[in-house]
């Protein structure tokens, strides 16, 4: 069977977990299957991998323009493919031209949906409507979708009601639990002024409305003094929302000590060694279909507080790997918060709650890379896939 791989993402150039997924999904299908990456970005040199670089027509276009420009050379090289898979809208359209164009099956997986983000018109301006033509589009038409959660599949079902549910499977996010452990070292901690020893609070994620970052800037206030809090968040979406950010934890450490901003993309064994050391790591999404960063925490044996909507919950076992709070959210498509003083006041308890009993944090922490191992192995989620894989060719 061969199978070719349509993505935005692939190392090294790799800013989100869908970037991530698909090189550990790539990883662990090799030795099973022949699989051909087609990714975005400048040349690969790793063998079956395939880069494509924007149209130089489509220079200084809107960039989602230049997305589906890229899109069509991807879509004609899948020539002989048995089956093509696509990963976010960036490739969904060269999956779903492909299968126009080939015949193959275009399986799909879901790791963000368009309705559920309409922010990005502040970011992509009429270039969310051409974004959202071309995922609407190929989730309608597939073969096969593949939602990374259960919350993410009743997403789905209710974003495009067109979608035959049957179509519909669910195959979580994996991590590399040999990869993502505990780091016991300290030297990054010391480098950057983090003391490894202070009660700790870790924020991992891009700046985007979806990661609700400001709501939990402004839990901070309300934390025990000496809390410390290291913030590893830099890809702001748009100028506005960085400078929300920037001016909130530039208030925070005129008011308090101990709050760390990394703003650069961290290597692994640096974030291992951050997370390692943190009493708790927070999750204070808005949307968050499954979140690759809260299983990286808990394999490192760090438990997480995380809000209690989309497929966290799936994640996070409340009161056993963390603590879930409870998220009322408008059911306009933006996911905001109904009572937003309400949620970031919950937040607040729930780190306050995890961070003033160390030993408790611990026992949780060991529970949550005990889940991490036994529910979320990458090779099981190999073997998932390619049970949908065939379903579909079955079909």
Known sequence: MRVDLLT???????????????AELTRVLRPLIDVRVRCFGADRHEQGVTAYRAPVELAGANSAL??????????SDCAGADLVHSHTWYANFAGHLAQLLHGAPHVLSAHSLEPLRPW???????????????????YEAAAGIIAVSGGMREDILRSYPAVDPARVHV???????????????????????????????????RITRQKGLPYFLRAVR???????????????DTPEI?????????????????????????????LTQILTHATTFVCPSIYEPLGIVNLEAMACGTPVVGSATGGIPEVVVDGETGYLVPLAQADDGTGTPLEPEIFVADLAAALTRAVSAPERAREMGEASR??????FSWT???????????????A
Request: proline share 6%.
């Open 8 to 22: 935005k993402e692939y190392p090294p150039e790799v800013y989100g977990g869908a970037g991530v997924h698909v």
């Open 242 to 270: 960085a400078h929300e950010v920037e001016t909130l934890v530039a208030e925070l450490q005129r008011s308090r000590q101990g709050v760390h901003l990394i703003s650069d993309m961290l290597p692994r064994d640096q």
């Open 171 to 205: 195959v979580h996010n994996g991590i590399d639990i040999e990869e993502w452990s505990p780091n016991r070292a300290t030297d990054v901690l010391t480098s950057r002024g983090i003391d490894p020893e202070a009660p700790t609070i870790v924020f991992v994620g």
């Open 370 to 375: 005990r889940r991490a191992a036994d529910h």
């Open 66 to 75: 230049v997305t589906l420009g890229t899109d069509l050379p991807m879509a």
């Open 222 to 236: 309300d934390l025990p003094e000496g809390v410390q809090v290291v913030l590893c968040a830099g890809a702001p």
């Open 120 to 138: 990005k018109a502040e970011q992509l301006g009429g270039g969310y409507a051409l974004s959202s033509f071309a995922e609407r589009t190929a």
């Open 380 to 394: 099981s989620i190999a073997q998932r896939t390619l049970e949908v894989y065939r379903t579909v060719l079955d």
